[in-house]
């Protein structure tokens, strides 16, 4: 009877460990999660091309370093950046790729100082997130991108849910609180 519940016990602790896995490539920026909870396999991927890192990398540096005056002078370069990730990159890969790496995560603390750059910053991801809220399995992909952060994946649902129903009554800064989170938790 003990061996049994030895055996009882241990399958039960591999099938947890098994149950949720990351496997993350060589560079860092691929991560592929799935999930095997009742019997039902999902893979979800977020991964970003080496050229749209680089992008990404450009994107959050040049925003929070410089001064806005001098800002306005880069808006045609930064909108051309953002058209090159426009249909590449989702906004969970966007923001995995930015979280996941200490010194993106960094370079957001110090974006959010700036109440003028940050709030523009914020209201970007107002029309995208919304789109991608519309697909099939937006809340399994959340869940996933929580795991992938190795955030806390029922506070940053809870968060989610309720940015996208401000989102949804039209406030185009709607996902501040979200943002927020994501930086206060990579940032500690």
Do not use: W
């Not at 930015?98 to 209201?123: C, G, H, T």
């Amino acid at each position: 009877m003990k061996r049994h519940l030895n055996y009882l016990l241990i399958t039960v602790a591999l099938t947890l460990v098994f149950a949720t896995y990351f496997i993350l490539s060589s560079d860092g920026k691929e991560s592929v999660i799935v999930s095997t909870e009742n019997n039902h396999t999902e893979s979800i991927v977020f991964k970003v091309g080496e050229e749209e890192g680089e992008v990404i990398r450009e994107l959050i540096i040049t925003m929070a370093r410089t001064n806005p005056a001098v800002l306005a002078f880069k808006k045609g370069r930064l909108e051309a950046l953002g058209v090159k990730l426009r249909s590449k990159v989702t906004t969970f890969e966007f923001l995995a790729f930015v979280f996941r790496d200490p010194q993106l995560a960094k370079e957001m603390k110090l974006l959010q100082e700036s109440s003028i750059k940050y709030k523009r910053f914020v209201e970007g991801f107002f029309p995208k997130m919304l789109k991608e809220y519309e697909k099939e399995g937006f809340y399994l992909r959340a869940e996933h991108f929580a795991n992938h952060l190795e955030i806390d994946q029922l506070e940053f649902i809870q968060i989610l849910k309720e940015c996208l129903g401000s989102a949804q009554s039209g406030d185009r800064g709607a996902f501040k609180p979200l943002i927020d989170y994501l930086i206060a938790v990579k940032n500690q």
